[in-house]
């Protein structure tokens, strides 16, 4: 039999084992800082600084070290490298981030290569792709490009990177899309479909005390004939302020938890997030 202390010993490197590959806290603090010089750098941070720190998530995100792979998001910071580097005529690391695209990215389809140039631009983070069914001949299809909203009645889209029209900012993450299916009380009135976004962003303070504000916005999409309305927009002021949106900090526990829906007899939606303040209202 194995003394007691080896016994110990195993359990502890299988532990080890089983952990390997998980971000401790000091990488994740890391990691953050490096979205931090990307997409919250102040006017006075050297271009360089950014250039680099671009170039490190790349290497991450396309090797899947301490961020979970993504190799389009990867391949987008690597070209954010090789644009920062162009501007700056250092020829040496141009062809550093010239080679590490070759390397990474020259696999990717042509879909994939224009997903990673747009992202290159107007980086958005917190998206999954996904495909929601709505009913007979309707679903929406979500991911970092936009909606893609299919009914008998046709189809209807609406990009979400602000920079081509969307309502995701630059840089900022998304931390909630939710779908949610409201049915009507009595009557012959059809169940309508919301989509839920919420955004993180953040921006350098503008009030004079220098550093990073952030806030939180909230978006309600009617999605059951088409997605190009907004029927509610709230700027939550829970959890927003001065401050870093790196690492994302949590949603309010109202939202978290979910809003409120109910359809009223007229067919009017009214709609709630709880807790304080009070964020609520109604849309036909």
């Not at 290497?59 to 690597?78: H, K, M, S, W």
């Not at 009914?151 to 939710?178: D, E, F, I, K, Y």
């Amino acid at each position: 039999m194995f003394p007691s202390l080896s016994i110990l010993a195993l359990l502890s490197v299988f532990a080890a084992a089983q952990n390997a590959g998980q971000p401790g806290e000091t990488e994740l603090a890391h990691i953050a800082s490096l979205h931090r010089s990307v997409y919250e750098a102040l006017p006075s941070s050297p271009i360089y600084t950014a250039e680099a720190a671009a170039r490190e998530l790349g290497l991450r995100y396309t090797e899947g070290r301490g961020v979970e792979r993504d190799l389009i998001q990867g391949c987008a910071l690597l070209q954010l490298t090789l644009t920062d580097s162009s501007m700056r005529n250092d020829r040496a690391a141009r062809a550093d981030a010239e080679g590490l695209q070759k390397l990474h990215c020259s696999g990717l389809s042509t879909d994939q290569s224009v997903e990673a140039w747009q992202l290159a631009y107007c980086g958005i983070f917190g998206v999954t792709p996904r495909v929601i069914a709505l009913g007979p001949g309707s679903q929406i299809e979500i991911s970092r490009r936009g909606l893609i909203l299919d009914t008998p009645g046709g189809r209807t889209t609406r990009p979400l990177m602000s920079v081509w029209g969307g309502m995701v900012g630059c840089g900022n993450q998304v931390a909630l899309l939710r779908y949610t299916r409201v049915d009507p009380p009595v009557g012959d009135l059809p169940s309508r479909h919301l989509l839920e976004l919420a955004e993180w962003w953040s921006a350098p303070d503008t009030t004079g005390r220098g550093g990073t504000q952030r806030g939180l916005r909230w978006f309600l999409f009617d999605i059951t004939s088409k997605i190009n309305e907004v029927v509610a927009f709230e700027a939550l002021e829970e959890g927003s302020g001065f401050g870093s949106a790196w690492p994302m900090p949590a949603l309010p526990a109202g939202l978290a938890r979910g809003t409120m829906f109910a359809m009223q007899p007229s067919g009017a939606i009214h709609w709630e997030i709880p807790g304080e303040p009070k964020h609520a209202g109604e849309f036909k």
